[in-house]
């Protein structure tokens, strides 16, 4: 299973293979034709609620991944099995838009997919 994590604004490269969008929002800057996405999964993304709680600092970063954790096996369980399965057939990129490459949502989803 090959999956790796890039910023959406990072250039594009051959090698990323299947480039998934994982932002509930559109990231700025960026226009739709020249993303060269696969697909843009809004779903698998932390909800409103827990991306503003987050992000306005009322949620730790551990906080977040135990709740984000908890999202994405309640909320979204058949999508995660979906992206799984697509990385066994596949090389995949979750692409994010977070300016903060240590903590953000994608380093939990790659956690979630690796998972056995």
């Known amino acids: 299973m090959s999956v790796k994590i890039k910023r959406v604004y990072e250039e594009y490269d051959k090698a990323d293979g299947y480039r998934i969008l994982v932002d509930r929002l559109w990231p700025r800057g960026i226009k739709k034709e020249n993303a060269r996405l696969d697909e843009w999964n809004k779903n698998i993304a932390p909800s409103t609620a827990l991306r503003k ?22 909320n979204n369980k058949e ?22 490459k240590e903590y953000n949502h994608a380093k939990v989803l790659l956690d979630m997919i690796n998972l056995k």
């Open 53 to 74: 709680k987050f992000h306005n600092g009322v949620e730790k970063f551990e906080e977040f991944v135990k709740n984000y954790k908890k999202e994405l096996l309640e």
């Open 79 to 100: 999508e995660l099995q979906r992206i799984k399965d697509l990385a066994k057939k596949k090389k995949l990129t979750l692409l994010y838009g977070s300016k903060d």
